[in-house]
């Protein structure tokens, strides 16, 4: 079983890697690869792809690797492989995103990419630090995952979904900001599943033995 990590020089992916390395050595969830080539994401049984930084940068990251955009559509398309979408790596399976211009997403989940908005004075943005999932969906990477359970975010702009069946927690920074989503056989996290400490690890061993 091969988990292939998704590096297109969009952030550092030390800490992921050490996250999933470390969860599939307890869950025997087979090996990790962190890799920037197509071949590696066509052999993949599950592929994850992470991202930092601005919608449209990790757009054009991606396709600067020849083959490797195709390479991740297809595992989530045609392959049907589990896929895990983290930060804007999650962003990009919306219908498009709206950070400095209008971006074609994967379409993969209907949705949005708009700037967060609180509407409580005081709240800033980028939204940063530890916020507390509100579970409101059923999922087998949810396994053991609650409300109050806390996770990891640093982001500015949020997934504004056309249709929330498919999301499966939020969190409350002003009003409403997607947290997690899935659908078929993909999810995805808003925040760093990495950096989120128990909450974190446990959706990634959860992810790691999930069969959709």
Same mark, same amino acid.
């Given at each position: 079983m091969l988990t292939v990590l998704v590096d297109?020089?969009?952030?550092?992916?030390?800490?992921?890697?050490?996250?999933?390395?470390?969860?599939?050595?307890?869950?025997?969830?087979?090996?990790?690869?962190?890799?920037?080539?197509?071949e590696d994401v066509a052999r993949a049984d599950r592929v994850v792809l992470p991202g930092d930084g601005a919608f449209p940068a990790c757009r054009r990251g991606l396709r600067d690797f020849d083959g490797l955009e195709e390479a991740v559509l297809e595992a989530i398309g045609p392959r049907a492989r589990p896929f895990m979408g983290?930060?804007?790596g999650m962003q990009m399976l919306?219908?498009?995103?709206r950070e400095y211009e209008d971006v074609v997403g994967f379409d993969v989940?209907?949705?949005?990419?708009?700037?967060?908005?609180? &509407?409580?004075? $005081?709240?800033?943005?980028?939204?940063?630090?530890?916020?507390?999932?509100?579970? *409101?969906?059923? @999922? !087998?990477?949810?396994?053991?995952?609650?409300?109050?359970?806390?996770?990891?975010?640093?982001?500015?702009?949020?997934?504004?979904?056309?249709?929330?069946?498919?999301?499966?927690?939020?969190? &409350?920074?002003? $009003?409403?900001?997607?947290?997690?989503?899935?659908?078929?056989?993909?999810?995805? *996290?808003?925040? @760093? !599943?990495?950096k989120s400490q128990a909450t974190g690890l446990r959706l990634i061993a959860n992810f790691l033995g999930w069969t959709p």
């Open positions: 297109y020089d969009s952030g550092n992916l030390h800490s992921a890697q050490k996250a999933f390395e470390r969860m599939a050595r307890e869950s025997g969830g087979g090996d990790i690869l962190v890799s920037q080539r197509p983290i930060c804007v919306a219908t498009v995103g989940i209907p949705g949005a990419i708009e700037r967060i908005v609180p &509407d409580t004075p $005081g709240l800033k943005v980028p939204h940063m630090g530890w916020n507390d999932l509100i579970v *409101t969906g059923t @999922h !087998p990477v949810m396994a053991g995952v609650a409300t109050g359970d806390h996770a990891y975010f640093v982001h500015s702009y949020q997934m504004v979904m056309g249709d929330t069946s498919d999301r499966l927690a939020h969190v &409350d920074y002003g $009003g409403d900001v997607t947290a997690i989503i899935a659908r078929d056989n993909v999810v995805g *996290t808003q925040f @760093h !599943p990495e």
